[in-house]
């Protein structure tokens, strides 16, 4: 499985920005976004099952949607309301075989290299 992550940029506070991370390899069971901020430990963002279950942070909850579009192989997160704390590397991960799709990133096989969202105030 391999991944690529894209999307990530600056943008104020309260702005808006779309991540995509494209997919190939074997179609995997759970899928999710991860993040790091600078000095912290990396955090699950959302995930989502194969058959579209989704599991979000509290600190994401009602401004992230985590999606998939499966003839495109492709991940998304749409972030809006963006605030300062979102600032991070945001990372793709997968899960190819069965399990629950907890936002915990021992259980992901598989990484992107990430990309870097700044949120300024």
């Known amino acids: 499985v391999q991944l690529v992550e894209s999307g990530g940029g600056s943008v104020q506070a309260g702005g808006s920005l779309r991540l995509s991370c494209a997919v190939s390899?074997?179609?995997?069971?759970?899928m999710g976004w991860f993040r790091q901020a600078p000095g912290k430990e990396r955090e699950g963002v959302a995930t989502?099952?194969?058959?579209?279950?989704?599991r979000y942070a509290n600190s994401v909850k009602g401004r992230f949607t985590i999606s998939q579009d499966n003839a495109k192989n492709t991940l998304y997160l749409q972030m809006n309301s963006l605030k300062p704390e979102d600032t991070a590397m945001y990372y793709c991960?997968?899960?190819?075989?069965?399990?629950?799709?907890?936002?915990?990133?021992?259980?992901?096989?598989?990484w992107g290299q990430g990309t870097q969202v700044t949120v300024s105030s």
């Open positions: 390899g074997y179609t995997s069971n759970c």
């Open positions: 989502i099952e194969s058959e579209g279950a989704t």
């Open positions: 991960a997968a899960r190819p075989y069965g399990g629950n799709c907890y936002l915990l990133q021992l259980i992901y096989n598989y």
